[in-house]
């Protein structure tokens, strides 16, 4: 049989033994985790259910808590669209504020986002029970059925509830009728800004609270008892800003067409930080008039290096300007930001001119050497030439001399009586003619001296006197800045 490759009958057997082992061994493992997960959901369902028993106790529709008003009772009649006490005296709500924040404030369009909680509190008669002495605190839903203050903004650009998870709004009952109202709000509210001393400069910003619809005959706003302080704003801190004052303002505001409207207003003091701007506008700009007084002590011979710097430097004070004004609103109003900007750009560019006029002076004082050294050559070639002429004039004139000077040798005894009393008459003529002399040479030392008083500085005396004046003008600018925006 194994010759055929046929199996015996024991071997199939064994076979048949493994495979029904591993087929119970499978069906156990498999029946034992089905029991775990039914025993897990069972205590599942056990635990749910002895919660919805627990939950039961609290909420079950069975059950009636003794002090709890019944409120459709309660409600009932109840006309949300008029005021309490309606034509009688005004209703009068009180307010308080607590700032949570006051995320940015903006001076390119003169705003600034503020979040806060807006507490209104007011007496309803409609609303109170005598049966307990106990507060109901009611959820945003209940909201919608009772009469609200109509207050709005006045000075904001754009508002918004908060609603996560639900509507941040509260409202507490108590048993006589006074009612509390709460909610969040986050406003973007208009601040009017005076940035003339910027950023030096102190600001105030006000948060206007009016009724819309209500005058004074029907509504009156007052400040909270308990409002003596803003919780929460001691506890800001802003970037660019410091909080120093604050004050509660109440108004009556009377418009001809609508009527007199209460007005609540709160104003509070802001002082600019100055520091972010002395680090990223001040200094650097110190340093690129500083920068420009290196060129003092740079040689007037190497004119790329000089020029380059001057140029390097205003350019620069340029870029500075814009870039810091690209922030700001384009108002008409110059800022005390500008004119320091524009003290440093002038002493830059001064800095610049100051080398333009040295160069000049050299060159002139170069070209002026040289006229006087061509000069002095083209007299010396005059003097020359005329040297030349003479001899030859001389020459030329001896051969007609000679036959001259016998007839004059025969007549010298008739000349030396009558040449002695002419000595005197040519002493008088060489006087005349030292006499003729006397003005021009007064002329020309006069053009001596008026040259003398228009002669060009030397360049390196500029460089020296501009090293020490430019420095000290600076500073005394510097201080008469400081002081003018300051105090």
Not at 36 to 64: P, R
Request: aromatic share 10%; hydrophobic share 40%.
């Amino acid at each position: 049989m194994k010759r055929f490759g046929l199996k015996s009958e024991a071997e199939t057997k064994r076979q048949y033994v493994v495979v029904w082992v591993q087929t119970t061994t499978l069906q156990t493992t498999t029946l034992q985790t089905t029991t775990l997960q039914l025993m897990e959901m069972k205590y599942n369902e056990l635990d749910l259910l002895a919660m919805l028993s627990d939950i039961g106790d609290y909420v079950g529709t069975d059950i009636q808590i003794s002090w709890l008003p019944n409120l459709d009772e309660l409600m009932k009649g109840y006309a949300r669209n008029f005021r309490p006490g309606i034509g009688g005296p005004p209703v009068n709500v009180a307010m308080a504020i607590e700032v949570a924040s006051i995320d940015h404030i903006s001076e390119a369009n003169m705003e600034y986002t503020m979040t806060v909680f807006l507490r209104q509190s007011w007496h309803d008669d409609r609303l109170s029970y005598n049966h307990t002495n106990k507060t109901l605190g009611l959820d945003s839903r209940f909201v919608d059925k009772l009469w609200l203050p109509d207050t709005f903004i006045v000075n904001a650009k754009s508002a918004w509830f908060h609603d996560v998870t639900v509507e941040n709004k509260l409202i507490r009952l108590q048993p006589n009728g006074v009612i509390l109202y709460s909610s969040r709000i986050t406003s973007t509210v208009a601040c009017d800004m005076d940035l003339t001393k910027y950023p030096m400069d102190e600001q105030e910003c006000m948060l206007d609270l009016e009724s819309y619809g209500y005058s004074s005959e029907d509504i009156v706003y007052h400040w909270s008892e308990s409002q003596n302080h803003i919780h929460g704003l001691d506890k800001l801190e802003l970037s660019q800003f410091t909080i120093t004052d604050y004050r509660f303002v109440t108004e009556m505001m009377n418009f001809k067409s609508a009527g007199r409207f209460p007005r609540l207003s709160l104003r509070f003091q802001l002082r600019r930080n100055r520091g972010v701007y002395i680090i990223q506008s001040y200094m650097p700009s110190i340093l690129l008039v500083a920068m420009s007084w290196v060129s003092f002590w740079i040689s007037q011979s190497a004119v790329p290096a000089r020029v380059s710097l001057g140029i390097t430097t205003v350019l620069t004070m340029t870029t500075l300007m814009v870039s810091a004004r690209s922030s700001l609103p384009r108002a008409s109003a110059i800022k005390a930001l500008d004119v320091y900007f524009w003290i440093c750009y002038v002493f830059v560019f001064a800095a610049l001119i100051e080398y333009a006029f040295a160069h000049y002076n050299a060159d002139y004082r170069l070209k002026e050497k040289a006229k006087v050294k061509a000069n002095k050559l083209s007299s010396e070639s005059i003097v020359k030439n005329g040297k030349q002429a003479m001899v030859l004039f001389s020459l030329s004139v001896t051969g007609m001399n000679q036959g001259v000077m016998i007839s004059n040798r025969q007549g010298r005894t008739q000349r030396s009586s009558s040449e002695i009393p002419g000595e005197g008459g040519s002493e008088e003529v060489e006087s005349r003619r030292r006499r003729s002399r006397q003005p021009d040479e007064s002329e020309e030392e006069k053009k001596c001296c008026s040259k003398c008083v228009c002669k060009p500085i030397d360049a390196d005396t500029i460089d020296i006197y501009a090293r020490a004046v430019f420095p000290f003008t600076f500073a005394v600018v510097n201080v008469i800045y400081w002081v003018a925006y300051t105090m």
